[in-house]
């Protein structure tokens, strides 16, 4: 364990970095006003500007993290703690009752990981969403789409950023992909794994919703519009955030979204919901307790000012966070894939002359001899660029992330 000299500012503790162009503008806005303690199994990189401290674990499982926390506990006084990691949310909300800190009840946070758990409870209120079954085989899985109706989604019982998600439309597909969405590994993982949910298909647009939770009272901050792509899978492939979206003052989302949170017991923190606009009003597909990933909050930050990295922070250490916009933008990303499976990576960069001065973001995701596929065989890690744009309006951010995908040079080895 790493110590520095101790100054004002309170100290955070964060579970895993995760990657550092999806991460790191959140450590960076938090280290501004927090010191940081980061608690990981590798050791930090370019994390180490930002930390005041840190702690390389055997592994960041519960036990492993439960300890390095109360060691560092025993030293000086710890103000929260927080992970945007799917796999260690439940590790934060354990740190945080184990030392007395604000957070949510760590069995609520396990119904948000469990999607089960979180379709009986909403069941249970009434809440709207796609009706659903648990399949612990094929014949199961076949037998619960033939009730709800077929095409169905089949999804991992834990899983995250639509690893194993798939729309299966009869009995042959689904027995096709049944068994690459059961075997999905997720780390940390309840004995549940191997079991798969099937739901029934809500053919409707499906948006993100990250929102700031102090003392039960859930708050919209932003709304993402996705893009998704690759059918019969849920990559998603773009997002739009709009700092004037009408849904983030819609009465009948707002109190799903508050209806949501209530039952499952989430009362402190940051989320990410996904809901699908039916003609029958806003459904749950599910509730991700932690901040948005694929730089959805990012591209909040950049179109109204809100800063997720500070809120998040400020409601982990049981403060009210502000969410005051300061402008008034359009903001969105897409992610841009190889051409086939197995695709080695020659070289990848974007012509960056003639780009219009929107473009916000222009990175490549992969480098020479890289090996890639897009989706099913790649989903996330099968990404091979992204482009960002901040502009007045929403077309204008199209249209320039067209121009970016059309400046991609891409060769590939072997072609």
């Known amino acids: 364990m790493t110590l520095t000299r101790p100054d004002d500012k309170p100290l955070l503790l964060v579970i895993t970095s995760g990657l550092r162009r999806y991460r790191e503008y959140l450590l960076a806005s938090i280290a501004g006003r927090y010191r940081v303690h980061l608690i990981d199994a590798v050791a930090p990189t370019w994390e180490l500007p930002y930390l005041s401290g840190h702690t390389v674990v055997p592994d960041t499982g519960a036990g492993p993290v439960l300890r390095a926390a109360r060691e560092v506990a025993a030293r000086q006084p710890v103000a929260g703690v927080m992970s945007w990691h799917e796999e260690h949310i439940v590790q934060a909300a354990l740190v945080a009752e184990a030392l007395g800190l604000p957070g949510t009840a760590p069995d609520a946070v396990r119904r948000c990981r469990d999607k089960y758990a979180t379709r009986t409870a909403l069941a249970e209120a009434g809440l709207p969403q796609p009706e659903f079954a648990l399949a612990g085989s094929l014949d199961e899985a076949l037998a619960a789409a033939g009730k709800l109706g077929w095409p169905v989604v089949i999804k991992p019982r834990a899983a995250g950023g639509s690893q194993g998600v798939v729309l299966v439309h009869d009995a042959d597909e689904l027995a096709d992909q049944f068994d690459a969405t059961r075997e999905v590994h997720v780390p940390h993982n309840p004995d549940f794994a191997e079991l798969v949910l099937v739901e029934e298909y809500l053919d409707a647009p499906e948006v993100s919703v990250d929102a700031v939770v102090h003392q039960g009272r859930v708050t919209p901050v932003f709304v993402g519009r996705k893009e998704v792509g690759f059918p019969p899978y849920f990559e998603e492939t773009g997002h739009r955030v709009s700092a004037d979206d009408p849904l983030l003052t819609d009465p009948e989302l707002l109190e799903v979204l508050s209806g949501i949170h209530e039952v499952l017991g989430f009362t402190d923190g940051w989320t990410h919901t996904e809901l699908r606009l039916t003609a029958r009003g806003p459904k749950l597909i599910e509730v ?97 660029a992204l482009a960002s744009a901040v502009a007045g309006t929403a077309e204008e951010c199209s249209a320039a992330l067209d121009r970016a995908g059309r400046a991609l040079r891409l060769t590939v080895d072997g072609a």
């Open 288 to 384: 991700n307790g932690r901040v948005g990933g694929d730089l959805i909050p990012y591209l909040g930050l950049r179109a109204t000012g809100i800063d997720p990295g500070l809120a998040a922070a400020d409601v982990a250490c049981g403060a009210i966070p502000d969410t005051t916009a300061g402008r008034t933008a359009h903001a969105a990303i897409r992610f841009f894939y190889p051409p086939a499976d197995d695709t080695t990576i020659g070289s990848l960069d974007f012509d960056r002359t003639e780009l219009p001065a929107c473009i916000d973001l222009l990175e490549p995701l992969v480098g020479p001899g890289d090996v890639v596929s897009p989706p099913r065989k790649g989903l996330i890690d099968g990404r091979i």
